[in-house]
């Protein structure tokens, strides 16, 4: 009965942004001239900092980032990708530009817009060097061949695909964006946490659209059967700046226990690889700079 009451919520609401599809333009951005050729030397450090390798990494298979990894939802169950430059099953004869694209505006080359387990809505805060060093890294590491698996969905994919561009027509209307903090240290932490490292992702919970709430930003949230917690400054337990960064690189808990669950991989390929001077960006806008005076 619940998954039928979801089901019919869900073709209200398709048929409600469908609408709007119609109605409100989305409009993606023309890319602009680059300064330069992408450097796929800093782009590898992106994809660490961009948690690629996390999310598209199978613990069951290899090499990384060919996908298959189940991400549990209210909505059903999403298989992540292969991102491969293989011609068949990844991203193989992509362009830097229409890669970069998918990842900061979640549009395909042949201009579908992605589901937002793709978590672009974070990525639109990457600037478009950023995007471009990833998408230049990512086009050149060695092919896989490995199909992945459709989505598991509890309602019809392809009515699900139709409402995408309106419901992130809507996200876009009713989403707010902070302002970066006027410390650079903080705002440094403020882009790897926000845009880079999507934190909020899994730490911030949803409205029934699906959305983030930022009204609660990083307040913790339900990930299917386990919790992502609220890292909120009033909610990080003791410790300093230091404590926190170093937690970001091996994983370490207060109580000297390891994290573990969807943690633990953030940690190995995500946060651990990071500078020390990022770590500590992180740990300062996590535990003084969510509420920093904005720059001008």
């Given at each position: 009965?619940k998954?039928?009451?979801?089901?019919?919520?869900?073709?209200?609401?398709?048929?409600g942004?469908?609408?709007?599809?119609?109605v409100v333009?989305?409009?993606?951005?023309?890319?602009?001239?680059?300064e330069?050729?992408?450097d796929?030397?800093?782009?590898a450090?992106?994809?660490q900092?961009?948690g690629c390798?996390s999310?598209?990494i199978?613990?069951?298979?290899d090499?990384?980032?060919?996908?298959g990894?189940?991400?549990?939802?209210?909505?059903?169950?999403?298989v992540?990708?292969?991102?491969?430059?293989?011609?068949?099953?990844?991203?193989g004869?992509?362009?830097?530009?229409?890669?970069?694209?998918?990842?900061?505006f979640?549009v395909s080359?042949?201009?579908?817009?992605?589901?937002?387990?793709?978590?672009?809505?974070?990525?639109?805060?990457?600037t478009e060097?950023d995007?471009?060093?990833i998408a230049?890294?990512?086009?050149?590491?060695?092919?896989?061949?490995r199909?992945?698996?459709?989505?598991?969905?509890?309602?019809?994919?392809?009515?699900?695909?139709?409402?995408?561009?309106?419901?992130?027509r809507?996200?876009n209307l009713?989403?707010?964006?902070?302002a970066?903090?006027?410390?650079?240290?903080?705002a440094?932490?403020?882009?790897l946490?926000r845009a880079l490292?999507h934190?909020?992702?899994?730490h911030t919970?949803?409205n029934?659209l699906?959305?983030?709430d930022?009204?609660?930003?990083?307040?913790g949230?339900?990930?299917?059967e386990?919790e992502?917690?609220?890292?909120?400054?009033?909610?990080?337990?003791?410790g300093s700046e230091q404590?926190?960064a170093f937690?970001?690189f091996?994983?370490?808990?207060?109580?000297?226990?390891?994290?573990?669950g969807e943690?633990?991989?953030?940690?190995?390929?995500?946060?651990?690889?990071?500078?020390e001077?990022d770590?500590?960006?992180?740990a300062?806008?996590?535990?003084?700079?969510?509420?920093?005076?904005?720059?001008?």
């Amino acid at each position: 009965m619940k998954r039928n009451r979801l089901l019919a919520a869900v073709v209200i609401v398709a048929l409600g942004v469908l609408g709007l599809a119609i109605v409100v333009p989305l409009r993606v951005p023309a890319p602009s001239a680059p300064e330069s050729a992408p450097d796929i030397d800093r782009g590898a450090y992106l994809v660490q900092a961009a948690g690629c390798i996390s999310c598209h990494i199978d613990e069951d298979a290899d090499p990384a980032l060919s996908g298959g990894r189940e991400l549990d939802s209210p909505f059903g169950t999403f298989v992540v990708p292969n991102i491969t430059p293989d011609p068949e099953t990844g991203i193989g004869g992509w362009t830097v530009v229409e890669l970069a694209n998918a990842i900061r505006f979640g549009v395909s080359p042949e201009g579908h817009t992605y589901f937002p387990a793709f978590p672009y809505r974070s990525y639109r805060g990457m600037t478009e060097t950023d995007a471009r060093d990833i998408a230049a890294w990512l086009l050149a590491q060695a092919p896989v061949s490995r199909a992945s698996a459709d989505h598991e969905l509890a309602f019809p994919a392809w009515l699900a695909r139709l409402a995408m561009p309106g419901w992130n027509r809507l996200a876009n209307l009713l989403t707010t964006e902070p302002a970066p903090p006027a410390d650079p240290q903080i705002a440094r932490g403020a882009y790897l946490a926000r845009a880079l490292g999507h934190c909020g992702e899994c730490h911030t919970p949803r409205n029934w659209l699906g959305m983030l709430d930022s009204s609660r930003e990083f307040a913790g949230a339900t990930l299917g059967e386990s919790e992502a917690y609220p890292i909120t400054a009033d909610h990080v337990e003791g410790g300093s700046e230091q404590d926190f960064a170093f937690f970001l690189f091996l994983g370490l808990k207060p109580d000297d226990e390891y994290v573990g669950g969807e943690m633990e991989p953030v940690i190995e390929f995500n946060t651990g690889p990071l500078t020390e001077e990022d770590r500590l960006a992180l740990a300062a806008f996590f535990l003084r700079g969510q509420d920093q005076p904005a720059s001008n």
